[in-house]
């Protein structure tokens, strides 16, 4: 997996994410959810620098003309519930894409606070075959989430390129998925931080992004 870490090149990315990671200022739900969509808008603008176009031709009210088109069939899923801003965000810029949903969720043990199980229950998908696959989540920690929704989406048919778009990602999981997925499969993230801790967040991270975008859950 081709790994592309956008926050290595000073530009405004920098500063959403500084204000998402903030506690003094991702409080603010609308301003959180907003950083995230436009982390998302500028994660599929440099994702569209590796698709396929094709030159097709117009007119403007003085002549003809031509551009490049783009020259692929994009379905966008986003794992719920924390990946609908970013979700939101790639649409903006790819206007004709096809949508998929995927809810993923951390299962307690119940003899150990540490230990976790993610389970996928639902699934809402177009056919994927030959289809370029964008699987959006804000937070990749420890992969598993992905992974299993990569499985599952299996079943919707096999997609022709994989592109994977995060906010923050851990090394440890971003390991895990790239040994995962084959070589020419992409990964567009804002920031790698370096660790876990015990409970699989990531640190230094930002905390739980769905709750800070829509609330605590029960």
């Known amino acids: ?32 959810r ?5 982390i998302g808008e500028i994660l599929s603008y440099e ?3 590796t698709l396929e ?22 379905v966008v899923c986003s794992i719920l519930r924390a990946g609908i801003p970013l979700h939101t965000g790639v649409l903006n ?15 307690q043990s119940e003899t150990s606070e540490d230990d976790f199980d993610i389970v996928v229950e639902y699934l809402s998908s177009p056919n994927l075959e030959d289809k370029t696959l964008v699987l959006v989540d804000p937070m990749l920690a420890t992969g598993l989430s992905m992974l299993n ?8 048919g096999t997609p022709k390129s994989i592109h994977i778009l995060s906010v923050i990602g851990a090394q440890p999981g971003i390991d895990l ?11 567009w993230i804002g920031s790698i931080d370096e660790r876990l801790n015990e409970k699989g ?18």
């Open 34 to 38: 907003r950083n995230i969509e436009r």
């Open 177 to 187: 998925v790239s040994n995962y997925l084959p070589e020419h499969a992409h990964l």
């Open 201 to 218: 967040y990531i640190i230094p991270g930002l905390g739980d992004a769905g709750d800070l975008a829509y609330g605590k859950k029960m």
């Open 149 to 156: 929704v990569l499985k599952a989406l299996k079943k919707v």
């Open 93 to 107: 810029y790819f206007d004709d894409a096809d949508s998929a949903f995927v809810s993923a969720y951390r299962k």
């Open 1 to 32: 997996m081709k790994i592309h870490d956008i926050s290595k090149s000073n530009s405004i990315l920098n500063h959403f994410l500084h204000q998402i990671r903030d506690e003094s200022i991702q409080s603010d739900r609308m301003k959180f």
């Open 53 to 74: 176009f094709q030159t097709k031709k117009f007119h403007t009210p003085l002549s003809a003309s031509s551009y490049e088109s783009l020259n692929e069939e994009i």
């Open 47 to 49: 994702m569209s620098k």
